[in-house]
């Protein structure tokens, strides 16, 4: 009974980053069941999933195979930790494949419940790191403005989205934000290449502010997911490198939405052809299916808490849980025998590109970008000038609204519109995804522009 499961949700569940007043009278979707690239709600509506969840079912909804693989773990050993000399089989499983896949300087992984205790272990991981090299005074880390790390202290901290600071009491000491490589937003008075250059500038002069011998690590997400998927100017990612070499100094590439396979490599570290100390990881490692999430480490930072570093005291009662790491090795195993991140690199992700872009003759859209299966769309009340619409329109929200009922789920940040399906999306779903867009678009313009 929809109205009643209405009624108690709005009594009892407090749902997470939601103005519970919002809710209102209508109450929340009721959303009962998925299959492949579409969820059902209780009403029977099939609706388009254009997130994947939260940018996470990578493999797409109803794979019996997950389930298969969570039940017969579930009867062998539903739970065990590896704290004191044990381990178990699926853990191990999953780890050996994860550092197969990763890039070949990154040999261990530690095992979280989800990307933001991964960002959690990050932090731990790299001041732990420079106190055993000797350099304590290593503590600073540099994120980026409207960068995501997660929801915990530690995650929103690391994270630059100013409403968490603001709500969430005094952040970690200790982290400090630079720009965002955001183009379309911040840099459109200058070329791209000269932007991406100046963002990278930014990160140079942030570390001798500080003092290069105070520095532990920058950490970034290749794409930045929630801050608008942000694909920075080719020229950024160079750039940084040569400014982290320059001072020695780690980086940590946050892989939680661009790792499995979204940008057309298992890593977005592949794409961008980075070489980071950390990746911390979660989301499309399981697909969703299950809570899991790690941070693969690179030999420099492994072999020193190994060789160095004696115990760490660090860990969760579900590091490497095995139901969620039999889930996840299950995952890996499939994207990688049916060929889905090819497949995204090859001829999803330029597909979507080329069909995307076409997107960018509506007069409502000032830039249509993706990379892989990811997207944008930053909307304008006036295409020639870029002009934004007045905040108090909530054109995004609108546009989000609009699309929820008429079949299509797609995120607003902002005014700007996101989508990252799963990647077995078909090229006839892609052209549905745009056309249901399209039409959107159509009736914000109706409501917006009278
Ligand atoms: N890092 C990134 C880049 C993310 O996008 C997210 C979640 O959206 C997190 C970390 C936090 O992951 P979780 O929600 O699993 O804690």
Known sequence: DTARLQQLDRDHYLHPFTDFKSLGEEGSRVVTRAEGVYIYDSEGNRILDGMAGLWCVNIGYGRKELVEAATSQLEQLPYYNSFFKTTHPPAVALAEKLCQLAPAHMNRVFFTGS????????????????????????????????????????????????????????????????????????????????????????????????????????????????????????????????????????????????????????????????????????????????????????????????????????????????????????????????????????????????????????????????LGLMGALELVADQQTGERFDESLAAGNLCRDLCFDNGLVMRSVGDTMLISPALVITREEIDELIGLTRQALDETARRLIR
């Not at 732990?128 to 790390?149: A, D, L």
């Not at 160079?238 to 298992?266: H, M, N, Q, S, T």
């Not at 995204?344 to 330029?350: A, E, H, K, S």
């Open 115 to 370: 990307g933001s205790e991964a960002n959690d272990t990050v932090l731990r991981m790299v001041r732990r790191y420079w106190t055993i090299k000797g350099k304590p005074e290593k503590q600073w880390v540099i994120g980026r403005k409207n960068g995501y790390h997660g929801s915990t202290v530690a995650g929103m901290s690391l994270g630059g989205m100013a409403p968490m600071h603001e709500q969430g009491g005094p952040c970690v000491p200790g982290i400090t934000h630079i720009r965002q490589p955001y183009w379309f937003g911040e840099g459109r008075d200058m070329s791209q290449d000269t932007f991406g250059r100046e963002c990278a500038a930014a990160l140079e002069e942030r570390i001798l502010e500080l003092g290069e011998e105070n520095v532990a690590a920058f950490i970034a997400e290749p794409v930045q997911g929630a801050g608008g998927a942000i694909m920075p100017p080719e020229s950024y990612w160079p750039a940084v490198k040569e400014v982290l070499a320059k001072y020695d100094i780690l980086l940590v590439v946050d892989e939680v939405i661009c790792g499995f396979g979204r940008l057309g490599e298992w890593f977005g570290s592949q794409h961008y052809d980075l070489e980071p100390d950390l990746m911390p990881i979660a989301k499309g490692l399981s697909s969703g299916y299950l809570p899991i999430g790690g941070v693969l480490v690179g030999d420099r930072v492994a072999d020193t808490l190994i060789n160095e570093g004696g115990e760490f005291f660090h860990g969760f009662t579900y590091s490497g849980h095995p139901a969620c790491a039999a889930v996840a090795l299950r995952n890996l195993e499939l994207l990688e025998a049916e060929g889905i991140v090819d497949r995204v690199r090859d001829d999803l992700g330029p597909y979507l590109a080329k069909r995307w872009a076409s997107l960018a003759d509506h007069p409502l859209v000032g830039e249509a970008r993706s």
